[in-house]
Structure formats: C-alpha cells, structure tokens
C-alpha cells in the first residue's frame, strides 16, 4: 500500500505544472456552479424549449402519430437533444425543472471550457491549455450564458468538442483510432441534434483530413489514392453515427432527407419583428449592418482574448516571428482553428443574413476564438523566453487580465453575460447603445425586492394584496419565481407594479414611480414601478416610498 501511494505521489509530482492548474481551475468552476446554478433566472426561451422537448418525447410515445411538435410555432426547424435529456432527467432527479435545465446546461459549459483547454494543449501544450481554459472561464459571453442560454451553449460545446476531435483524428490518418471517430460521431450528432449550422463541421473534414495525408513522409504519398479511400471508410460510421442520433433528437430532419438543408436556408433568411441595438441605433434584425457579428465579437470577448487572437493570426501568418519554425502540420492545425473560428462570422457578412441578440447565434466561435488566443498568447510568450524578465512580465499581465475580467465577473453576479470590454466602456458605456439584459434576467431579483418591500410596508399596517404585476417578459419568467401574494397580469392598465429592463428601454414603456433600481457596475439595468396612484389612488395617497436603494 505504501509503495503505490509514492508511485502515486511521484506520477503527480512529475505531471505537468500547467495541467495541474487547469484541473485545479475546472474543479474551481465546477464547485462554482454547484453554489449558484439556482441563483439564475429562467430565459425567455425556455418555456417554449421545454414545451418542445416534451412534444418530441410524446411524438416517440405516441408511435410518432402524436405530430402536434411539427406544428409548434418554428421549433420544428431545431433539434430538441437538449430539451429531451433535460425532460427526461426531469423524471428521476429531485431538482425543481429550471434548476436542473440550468445545472445540465452548466455542465456542458464546463465541457465546453475542458474541450478548449484540450484542443488549445493538443496543438500548442500545456500552458496555452490552461491559457485557453481561463480565457474562457472568464469570457462574459461564455460563462454569462453557461446556465440558461440551453441551445447555444451546448450546441457551442459540442462543436469545439468534434473540432478538436478532428484535429486529433488527423493527426493519426489513414489509420485513425475507432475511439476517436466514434467520439467524433457522438459529438458531431449532439451539435446536430441542437443546430442545423453543425453541417458546418462536414466541410471542415475533407480539410482535416488534407492536412493529416499531407503531413505524411514523402514516400507515402504514392499511396495517397488508397489513403483517401481508407479515410473515406473511416469517416463513414462517424458520420452515419452522428446522422442517426440528428434524426433521434431532431425528428423533422428525418421526415425527407433534404429537411436539414432546407432549415439552413430557413434560418439564412429569418425576418422576425425583432429589434437590435448597434452603437446605439435600432435595426430590425433583417436589416442590422453586415458587420454587426464582427462587432459584437470585438467589444463583448475579453480584451486579451482579442488580443490574443491577433497574435494567433500574425504567428499563424508569420512563423518567423515565432521563436522557432513551427512544424507544417502545427501551422495547418491552427489554420483549422482559425477558420472554425471565423468562417461563420465571415459568412454571415458575405451572405448579410439576419441577427439580433449580440453574439446569441454566433456564441459557438467563441471557444475556438478563445483556443486560437491562447495559442497567440503562448506563442508570444515562447517568443520572449530568451528575455526571461520579460517573458515573466507578459505571463504575469495575461494573468493579471485574466483575475481582472474575473473580479468583474464577480461584481456584475448573475448577470455576467451583461459584459462588455474596455472598446466600448464596459457595461456603463455599452447600456443603452448595445444589447444588455434581453432575457431580463432581473425578474428573480426585482420580485424578491418587491416583496421585501411589501412586507415592510404591511407590517406597518399597510394593505395586504393581493397586487397585480405587468412584466416586460415571458410569463414563465414570473411564474416559476416565487412572488408571494403577486399576481401576474396582462391587463397592463389594472398593473400595480411594472417590472422590466432597461434592455430597448423597455422600462419606459409603462407610468410609474421606480421603487426599486437594480445596478451593476453603476449601470441601470431593471426597475421596479409602483403604480397604484394609477390604479388605486385610494391606497396609494396614504403611502410614500422612500427613495430606493442601489443593489450593486
């Protein structure tokens, strides 16, 4: 027993400082999640995401004649992998149902931080691993959305997942590991059974696959013909693998076989009557500038993430900058990364397709953005070893960014997603001329204060309620929060209070006095008004608020 503990003991003490921080920061993370996934509010997607996959799962029970999910709004155009394990676990895990959608889609969030870090140490090592694995963690984008955003998170997780197994599938063609494809496959079919833009990654294996029989010794290429045709065979269960469990998640795309393709079309030509905010004008979101996505991508990923990414595409343009030539096959891989990462939003500016929501369609470049970073970043710093006092100051501020943009994180709690970069101001420069709180993820706060508020006021003899709130909102965001003797309301004329963001100045949409303010950063971002002068102006003559307090 004592000789395995010190072979144990030896194994640890020799493994690779740079993973050891990276295990340390994961399960940091996920002891994160596990203290505040129910401190989230519900999305204003999600009623209807969980309304979907509970369609899909009656259309199977059913013996596929129940088909009420095909006529659900346009959620058929989706797949429904996420919604249906989450209704599924519903029925055997004791957690309140948003708790656990929003605890599963944390989960992959974390799987979408471990990818990264495996790809970015796949290609560049260790340490650009744990840079790439904190970049992320602290993107507000990334970790802002890890708890409710349950499409675009997994789905984002699961495409830099099947990239990096893509990657390490090239590296060993034509002979590549059945554990590797099939992987491939699983993930692959996940980011299917989410988006129909995981048809993307088809185009990226033919690439994959050059760069692995281009990276061969010279004397095989002869043999390249039979090489492409082994490669071919590989693909082929993978593929037919992530095809099967498309059409299980997603069962719109098995009623034709060109369904999948006509979604991609749908979704290139969306024209909803939604507003989206850019340097402070609304656009329709068929009609937003083609460089709205590349915009968004700059101001709201941390700053050193896009200077990170700058450093990537230079080292990736210029190896002789590097401290040493890279291998072709290293350059090639970053090559794949690099158009992972930027094919999409290049795209969606040739094509000038529709967007709305800052990056909520465009979420899953992010990682292999973040991956290219750190790879920019470790290049950099392998650049200036020969400088030790030097190197050891460019380490010292990439970490110093990186607790920066943690520190903010921490501050704007829970409502990280709301983070812009320093282009822009931050949060104070970005409200009210970028997208803030679409999901008024505020509702949670703003009732707790309410009622806090209403308690006060009855204990001192005033009146009990019930009292009617309008929201500007989705009703499932009101109703699964706990609201006391709140009443929800349509009728905005009979409303008593009115609880909304400032996101598109919705707070101003209906009269009232704000009883509650809710700040981050010394940024407005909900209110809460009372409007019983209106409504009860009996009641409300015989009570003054005083002035709120700030929440920051």
């Not at 940091?28 to 204003?44: G, M």
């Not at 004791?94 to 974390?110: I, K, N, S």
């Not at 450093?311 to 794949?336: H, N």
Request: contains cysteine; glycine residues 8%; positive net charge.
């Amino acid at each position: 027993m004592e000789c395995r503990d010190i072979a144990a003991r030896s194994r640890i003490a020799t493994r690779e400082p740079w993973d050891i921080a990276t295990a340390l920061l994961l399960a940091a993370l996920a002891l994160l999640v596990a203290c505040t996934f129910r401190q989230y509010s519900i999305s204003n997607d999600e009623g209807v995401q969980q309304r979907y996959g509970e369609l899909i799962i009656a259309y199977y029970a059913s013996g596929f004649h129940d088909r009420a999910l095909f006529a659900f709004d346009n959620l058929y155009l989706y797949g429904g992998l996420f919604d249906v394990a989450a209704t599924l676990l519903a029925k055997i895990v004791p957690l309140d149902l948003y708790d656990l959608r929003h605890l599963l889609c944390a989960c992959t969030g974390l799987g979408g931080i471990a990818a990264t870090w495996a790809t970015a140490r796949m290609i560049a090592g260790p340490r650009a691993g744990f840079i790439a694995a904190a970049l992320l963690a602290v993107s507000g984008p990334w970790y802002g959305t890890m708890f409710n955003h349950t499409k675009d998170i997994p789905f984002a997780a699961a495409m830099i997942g099947a990239t990096g197994m893509l990657v390490r599938i090239a590296r060993d063609l034509p002979r590549a590991r059945p554990r590797d494809l099939a992987l491939f496959g699983l993930l692959l079919g996940a980011a299917l059974g989410l988006r129909v833009l995981g048809l993307m990654m088809l185009a990226y294996v033919p690439l994959a696959a050059w760069i692995g029989l281009s990276c061969r010794a010279p004397d095989a290429r002869r043999r390249r013909a039979a090489d492409i045709v082994r490669v071919a065979l590989a693909f082929a269960p993978a593929l037919l693998l992530a095809y099967l469990i498309m059409i299980a998640a997603w069962p719109w795309s098995a009623l034709a076989l060109f369904n999948p393709i006509r979604a991609l079309v749908a979704f290139s030509d969306f024209h909803y009557p939604i507003r989206t905010l850019l340097d402070g004008h609304v656009y329709q979101m068929a009609d937003v500038p083609r460089w709205y996505v590349p915009v968004y991508l700059l101001i709201r990923l941390p700053l050193i993430t896009v200077m990170g990414v700058a450093l990537g595409l230079m080292f990736e343009a210029l190896p002789r900058a590097m401290r040493a030539k890279p291998l072709p096959r290293t350059r090639y891989e970053i090559g794949l990364i690099a158009l992972t990462a930027l094919f999409p939003p290049l795209c969606h500016v040739v094509v000038h397709g529709p967007a709305f929501t800052g990056l909520r369609h465009f979420l899953f470049v992010v990682p292999a953005l973040t991956v290219l970073a750190a790879i920019g970043w470790d290049a950099a710093l392998a650049r200036l070893a020969q400088w030790r006092r030097a190197a050891t100051l460019a380490l010292a501020g990439v970490m110093a960014a990186v607790t920066w943009d943690g520190v903010v994180l921490a501050r704007l709690h829970p409502y990280e997603y709301l983070d812009y970069n320093e282009l822009v101001g931050g949060l104070p420069g970005a409200a009210g001329r970028y997208a803030t709180d679409y999901w008024v993820e505020i509702m949670p706060e703003a009732l707790d204060r309410l009622e806090q508020r209403l308690a006060r006021e009855q204990a001192q003899g005033g009146h009990a309620g019930p009292y009617y709130v309008a929201v500007c909102a989705e009703r499932t965001q009101f109703d699964n929060t706990p609201h006391g003797t709140l009443r929800f309301t349509k009728d905005v004329a009979r409303a008593d209070f009115f609880i909304a963001p400032t996101h598109m100045n919705c707070d101003r949409s209906l009269p009232g006095q704000i009883i509650v303010k809710i700040e981050r950063l010394g940024t407005l971002i909900g209110v809460v008004k009372d409007r019983r002068a209106i409504t009860r102006p009996g009641l409300a003559q015989n009570h003054t608020w005083p002035a709120p307090p700030l929440a920051q």
